[in-house]
C-alpha cells in the first residue's frame, strides 16, 4: 500500500491516466433499471477507458460484479481506511492490474458515514472525466451532488424521472 494525499493506494496507478467515467446510482434506483445500466454497460465495456465508482449502492455493485466478469478496469474510491483483505473478485482483479483502490482515510476508518460518502462522491467526480449517474433519487445525496457537478463536465443519465427506468 502506498500513502500519498489518498489515505492509501492499493492496485495500478496507471488507470488514472485512462478516460475514468464516473458511474453513480441512488440506493432506492428502480428495479427495471438494471436493464438500462446493462446495456450502458456493454457499451462502456467496449471502448477503452475505466468506471470510477464507491460501488456502494446495490446498482453500482451489480455493475462492479458486471465490470469484474468482464476484467474491464476500475477505480473503487472508499469512503473508509483500506481493508485488511479484499474479496476474491476483487483481489483476481488486482492481480491482473484492472483494478485500482484508492482511499482519502486511514486505515483506521472502518466505517462510512454519510458524510464521509459526499466526500468521497465528490472525490470521483473530481477524478472522473466524465459522469453517468443511473438515477438521482429526488432530494437525495445523489441529487444534491448532480446540482454541484462543474459546467464543462460531461454527464449523462440514465433515467430522467423518478419513476421509469
Known amino acids: 500500500m502506498k500513502q500519498g494525499s489518498f489515505g492509501g493506494t492499493l492496485g495500478n496507478r496507471g488507470l ?11 440506493h432506492d434506483a428502480p428495479a427495471g433499471l438494471t436493464v438500462l445500466a446493462r446495456g450502458w454497460f456493454e457499451r462502456c465495456c467496449g471502448g477503452g477507458g475505466c468506471v470510477i465508482s464507491g460501488f456502494q ?7 462492479l460484479g458486471w ?3 468482464a476484467g474491464h478496469p476500475l477505480v473503487l474510491v472508499l469512503a473508509r ?7 476474491p473478485g476483487l483481489e483476481r482483479a488486482l492481480e491482473r492490474g484492472e483494478l485500482l483502490v484508492l482511499t482519502r482515510y486511514a486505515a483506521s476508518v472502518t466505517h462510512a458515514c454519510r458524510d464521509k460518502c ?8 473530481a477524478l472522473a ?10 432530494g437525495g445525496e445523489l ?9 464543462g463536465k460531461p ?6 424521472s423518478p419513476g421509469a427506468p
Not at 57 to 63: K, N, Q, W
Not at 118 to 125: D, L
Open 129 to 138: 472525466d466524465a459522469v453517468v449517474v443511473a438515477y438521482a433519487a429526488p
Open 81 to 87: 481506511g483500506l481493508p485488511l483483505a479484499l474479496a
Open 57 to 63: 449502492t446495490p446498482l453500482e455493485r451489480t455493475l
Open 67 to 69: 465490470l469484474l466478469e
Open 118 to 125: 459526499r466526500q468521497r462522491n465528490r472525490h470521483v467526480v
Open 143 to 151: 441529487a444534491r451532488l448532480c446540482a454541484e457537478l462543474p459546467a
Open 16 to 26: 488514472l491516466q485512462l478516460h475514468k467515467t464516473a458511474f453513480f446510482a441512488s
Open 155 to 160: 454527464v449523462s443519465y440514465l433515467c430522467e
